[in-house]
């Protein structure tokens, strides 16, 4: 794939992430729908397994979830490299497009949350912070299990998927209620799948 | 429970904790700081875990980098936050587009899938656990702890088996759950 990106098709992608970045409630992963939208139906600037395996090397590497969106503009700068002129050295347009793509995805939304996480410091006593904070604990504690259910629960196949059913359960215990390392248990996970029992 | 709190010794520790929690946190990084903010380094306590994260996910932008930012901010200011942000960003940034170069193409292969597969089951528990540890903070609550398990549940309904949009659901039950809380807080501070 290769593309002819001028300096405002940059500029777009910075906004459109830009504002991804404020509607990102309950975290990066629930922009990837828009984003696929936006990057391969809209601008055609990444092709389907491309976008795939963005989201499957962010999720699957160590560090924030939000690292999907870096990949998005790795890949979107190494599609445009011969045509910027870098086809022998397409890493250099790919660490611009990563970022690009990294520093618009966070900018907004880190410049938001520092600015009231600060303020809601200076007035912790304040019983609306109090209220805020207390009161959106049940809620997200809840948002956590159900995020571990829909992940679980996308495997619907029954007698085979029971595997992996039973590897959540007891990697959900082990967790909860002992210090095993939690290396250690991802560790097994990627043993038992690479093995093909799960 | 109430054994002393310990506190980052400076930017560079700020720096250096993020970059190890990050590197560990695969499929997410949230059952990892829980594990190392509050039962290791105890930089926090259960209670303010929960309200931390609670903040740190209701607020845009990805979670643990809202987490970091509101970490690192409440220690050393705007440089804390910078320092606890590029811990988390920098190593793993740096490693994802190395493998992105060097094994671009290996995603789609069988055994890398299973590999996934396996991980994704285990990687579920661990942010199940989490949600499971954070519950029993619910005692401690202003709300309270029946009132709580009360949201938690209507939540945990609306969001895997009704398939309500998040931001509805925050919307809703996280608007009602917080006036009750301040109608609570007011009644008895």
Known sequence: MTLDLLASDWLDLMGHLMLMSLLAVGGAITTAPDLHRYLVNEQQWLSDPQFNAAIALGQAAPGPNVMFVSLLGWQVGLNAATQAGWATQPWVMGLWGAGVATFAILVPSCTLTYVATQWAQQHQTHPGVRAFKSGLAPIVTALLLATGWLITAAHQNLPEDLGLWAVTAVSTLLVWRTRVHLLVLLSVGAVLGALGWI | ?189
Not at chain 2, 3 to 27: I, M, N, Y
Not at chain 2, 139 to 156: H, K, S, Y
Not at chain 2, 166 to 183: I, K, P, Q, R
């Open chain 2, 1 to 189: 429970m109430s054994a002393a709190l310990e506190r980052p010794h400076g930017k560079l520790d700020l720096f250096v904790s993020f970059t190890l929690l990050a590197l560990q946190g695969f499929g997410g990084v949230l059952a990892v700081a829980q594990r190392e903010l509050v039962e290791r380094k105890r930089w926090l306590t259960p209670l303010q875990f929960a309200e931390d994260w609670a903040v740190a996910q209701t607020l845009p932008g990805p979670n643990v980098v809202n987490l970091a930012l509101m970490i690192g901010g409440r220690y050393f200011g705007l440089g804390g936050a910078l320092s606890a942000l590029a811990g988390l960003l920098l190593a793993p940034v740096a490693l994802v587009l190395v493998l992105a170069w060097t094994v671009s193409g290996f995603t789609n292969q069988v055994l890398v899938q299973q590999v996934l597969r396996g991980m994704g089951a285990v990687a579920a528990g661990l942010i199940m656990a989490t949600g499971l540890k954070m519950m029993a903070t619910f005692a401690q609550n202003p709300l309270g702890r029946e009132r709580c398990l009360l949201f938690a549940l209507a939540t945990f309904v609306a969001v895997a088996i009704l398939r309500i949009p998040l931001a509805v659901v925050l919307l809703v039950l996280g608007t009602a759950s917080c006036v009750w809380t301040w109608s609570r807080l007011r009644d008895k501070p």
